[in-house]
């Protein structure tokens, strides 16, 4: 198992020096920062010395030298719009996203097994055809207009949630609900179809054979069988969340790593845009492997070498 | 025995509706079962023989399956009329039962030790005595080092040792009746011997009824007491073993018994073998795994001996039939004959040409000179193609072989040939049986009118009487067309009825060949002895 991570961390650093290659360049494409920092009606002269005072006059390949040599430092520049470095930007902004993720996945995996694991037991039944109909519905709906939706019902109207911010426990009833929605009806469905697999298994006869009842039947024989679509989608989602929640943070000003990424690619602020893409891919990594890990532990068959 | 039967199924239906109307699975089937007695339900496939038999476990699933009519008396008790939650209680401790695939029937993510203590858990048993005793039960059905294997997985264990798992869950409670639905149908022949004795052992040991789902005649005339022989759904014979095997009375049970193979005679070739012409030549052919090809000096401990200097030659009409257990290196040595993988070392000759060494444009052109037929034909004919794509793609495949115009005629003078209809041709796989299926395998073989067709197990798949009909429809194109075959299986009687001359391997290794009649008749390895010993059948009027 060991050697099998220092395998993984290996090529996960191929991949990310291609995408850090790619973000430094895409991000350069986007125009020049002097139009957007300086006022419209600023001087040649001035612009010259925005420029110069950040390096964007230099030659792409040397800004592309210094910005590795600066990451072999672990410094990935100053960031324009707060003048402070962009990692530490990054790294405040990057809990919020993480504490969301972490209550929100474990929440949409619970409701999930669940409510899947009981519709596949009766296929076609009255539970079946509700969360099915549910589930779709979660799956389809846009998330932006459950978000204000929301806002409405529940912070305008009934006044029981706050709009936004992240003050409160309250504050982060709503985001996290809408979060969930489309996790959950996907892996609702996905669940169910390998959890019916599973229950159609020779192995569950064995088990009703043997007197083995109900529950233990779809908890304990089916549902361990029927985890890795599970858990690939899953992480999947999860990924999606670690990444930005770009939608939810916006809409409820939630202070995450993806405002701050949509912010900063408005703003031009490349060295801010680069250092997040780069924390949330190492994220990604890291969900990876814990990924790899689980797939193990679920099913002995299962063994890196 | 007492004359109290322990279990009797009284005029029982089961249907299941569908969209093309009401399949009667079982339909008024009555049978019983005796303390201590052995009862044999023999049937072909969809004949209704397991259906019967789940339903005393309350394992047929009700919807959408019907049971419309009958009783199932345990100890005179009627089970259908048992609450579930105490039939949960019936099962596995007073009835029981095993299936035919043990690796689908253990559950590959748990322990095998946990699986066998589960059944005493679940029935009342606290789990470090429920552990203790799945230790002992593992010993008692002949898993060596029971401590440590308890706690390795299904996957870990070979098909023998998984249904003696199985078994040993199975009579855990010491049931008083053990259904066992195929259960040596997965099995090697000399694991299936093996497992009938544990089962016929553990049966005189504490007197359990035992009924026995099979299709195999063999099986039958080995264990049985009394045998039902059902078709269609419906009981058509029933009596004591010994009788319906050598005085069957219906006609049905008679076909059964003449399409068994190994009681013909053997097949004779008209011409001397050293006439007919040489079409393949293998000769020190290895196939090792672990090592690089070309370097089978290297070949550590640890290297994998797939095939072990393999040699024999193939004449032209000559039907070589290769015989060996599963891991016996039979496939590996098709394999390379269709040059889907390259031996580690020696020569595969075709025709005269060293295989290996050919071009890809040679190569190209001995495939179509050399078919071949495999075991599942569900999963070797594409679902998505009609019968006659899939039989016209080798000329598509092979351009310039038959002008396009031509392929529907052809296409539908094969499946004539087969003995399919001309109006098959738009159909797609799903739509065939087994039998049928395997017929269009045949026919794609013949698309290119090879030399030579491999059969890898290409019937072990059907049902008994098909079989019969599939192997004579090879006999007659063997001489219509003057084909050779090499016909890979594990059925040793089948072999017996249709192989010229006999490769024995084991391990890897080609441990004896020759004409089929001296291999029958007088084998000389110790191994071949073994073979023969456990799949024989002892039919009164056997040849």
Redesign the interface.
């Known amino acids: 198992m060991g050697s099998f991570i220092f395998k993984r961390s290996l090529q996960s650093v191929f991949s990310l020096l291609v995408l850090i290659v790619l973000v430094f360049f895409l991000a350069r494409m986007t125009g020049s920062p002097a139009d957007l920092y300086l006022p419209q009606d600023a001087s040649a002269e001035i612009r010259h010395q925005f420029n110069e005072q950040f390096g964007f006059n230099d030659p792409l390949y040397v800004q592309f030298g210094h910005f590795l040599w600066g990451l072999l430092h672990f410094d990935m520049g100053q960031s324009l719009q707060f003048s402070r470095p962009a990692v530490d930007v990054v790294l405040q902004a990057f809990p919020t996203t993480l504490t969301l993720a972490a209550i929100t996945m474990p929440l949409v995996i619970l409701v999930s097994v669940i409510t899947g694991s009981l519709a596949a037991f009766r296929p076609g039944g009255v539970f079946d055809r509700l969360a099915s109909f549910i589930s779709l519905i979660g799956a389809s709906t846009p998330n932006f207009w459950v978000a204000i939706v929301g806002v409405l019902v529940f912070a305008v109207t009934l006044r029981v949630l706050p709009t936004s911010g992240t003050g409160t426990p309250l504050h982060w009833i709503l985001p996290v609900a809408v979060l969930m929605l489309r996790p959950t009806g996907v892996l609702v469905q996905v669940v169910r179809t390998s959890m019916m697999t599973a229950l159609s298994?020779?192995?569950i006869?064995?088990?009703?054979?043997?007197?083995?009842?109900s529950r233990?039947i779809v908890f304990v024989?089916a549902l361990?069988?029927a985890l890795l679509p599970v858990i690939t989608v899953a992480s999947d989602q999860a990924a999606g969340i670690v990444n930005g929640a770009v939608i939810v943070e916006t809409v409820f000003g939630f202070p995450g790593i993806g405002k701050l990424m949509i912010d900063s690619v408005m703003l031009r602020d490349f060295a801010v845009i680069q250092a997040a893409v780069l924390v949330t891919a190492l994220a990604v990594f890291v969900i990876n492997i814990i990924v790899d890990i689980t797939y193990a532990l679920?099913?002995?068959?299962i063994r890196y070498s | 025995m007492t004359d109290q039967p322990l279990l009797e199924i009284k005029n029982l239906s089961i249907s299941f509706p569908s969209r093309r109307g009401v399949v009667h699975a079982v339909d008024d089937v009555s049978w019983s079962v005796k303390p201590g007695e052995t009862l044999a339900i023999l049937g072909e496939s969809g004949s209704g023989k397991s259906v019967s038999a789940s339903a005393v476990l309350d394992l047929v699933d009700a919807p959408p399956a019907v049971i419309s009519s009958g009783q199932i008396l345990y100890r005179g008790r009627d089970l259908l009329k048992v609450p579930r939650d105490e039939r949960q209680a019936i099962n596995g401790r007073k009835i029981s039962m095993i299936f035919q695939d043990p690796l689908a029937a253990l559950n590959p993510v748990y322990p095998i030790g946990w699986q066998v203590a589960e059944t005493l858990r679940v029935h009342g048993v606290d789990s470090k005595t429920a552990h203790a005793r799945a230790i002992e039960l593992l010993h008692k059905v002949g898993i060596d080092d029971p401590e440590r294997r308890a706690r390795q997985y299904p996957h870990q264990f070979s098909g023998g040792q998984r249904q003696r798992i199985m078994i040993a869950s199975a009579i855990a409670l010491e049931p008083d009746l053990l259904i066992a639905d195929e259960p040596t149908s997965a099995l090697d022949v000399t694991v299936q011997a093996q497992v009938l004795d544990l089962l016929k052992s553990l049966q005189a040991e504490n007197g359990m009824g035992l009924v026995l789902i099979t299709h195999d005649l063999g099986v039958v005339e080995k264990v049985a007491d009394r045998v039902v022989v059902m078709q269609n759904g419906r009981v058509v014979e029933t009596g004591a073993a010994r009788a319906i095997m050598t005085s069957p009375s219906h006609p049905y049970t008679r076909k059964l018994l003449d399409a068994m193979p190994g009681r013909h005679g053997f097949e004779t070739q008209a011409v001397a073998s050293e006439t007919r012409r040489t079409i393949l030549e293998v000769q020190d052919v290895s196939r090792i795994y672990g090592v690089q090809p070309g370097k089978a000096k290297d070949a550590g401990p640890k290297a994998i001996r797939a095939v072990d200097n393999a040699n024999f030659v193939l004449r032209s009409g000559e039907t070589l039939g290769i015989v060996g257990e599963s891991g016996s290196g039979k496939s590996t040595l098709a394999r390379m004959l269709l040059g889907l993988e390259p031996p580690t070392s020696g020569t595969i000759r075709f025709d005269g040409k060293d295989m290996n060494g050919m071009s890809a444009s040679e190569a190209f052109k001995v495939r179509r000179r050399m078919q071949f037929v495999f075991q599942d034909p569900t999963a070797s004919l594409n679902p998505r193609m009609t019968i006659g794509q899939i039989v016209s793609e080798p000329w598509a495949i092979h351009a310039g072989v038959l002008p396009k115009k031509e392929w529907r005629g052809r296409v539908i003078e094969l499946l004539e040939r087969v003995g399919l209809k001309p109006d098959h041709i738009d159909r797609h796989p799903h739509q065939f049986s087994g039998g049928q299926r395997q017929r269009i395998a045949i026919a794609r073989a013949l698309a290119l009118q090879p030399e030579v067709i491999v059969c890898d197990e290409a019937v072990s798949a059907l049902d008994v009487s098909v079989q019969a009909q599939v192997i004579d429809l090879l006999k007659t194109l063997r001489r219509d067309f003057g084909l050779s075959y090499i016909f890979i299986a594990h059925d040793l009687a089948l072999v017996r009825d249709f192989a010229t001359s006999v490769i024995v391997m084991y391990r890897g290794q080609i441990v004896e060949q020759g004409p089929t009649t001296n291999i029958y008749t007088a084998p000389r390895h110790d191994y071949t002895k073994r073979l023969l010993a456990a799949s024989e059948v002892h039919l009164p009027d056997a040849a």
């Open positions: 298994s020779a192995y006869k064995t088990a009703r054979a043997k007197g083995v009842g233990a024989h361990r069988n679920v099913d002995p068959r």
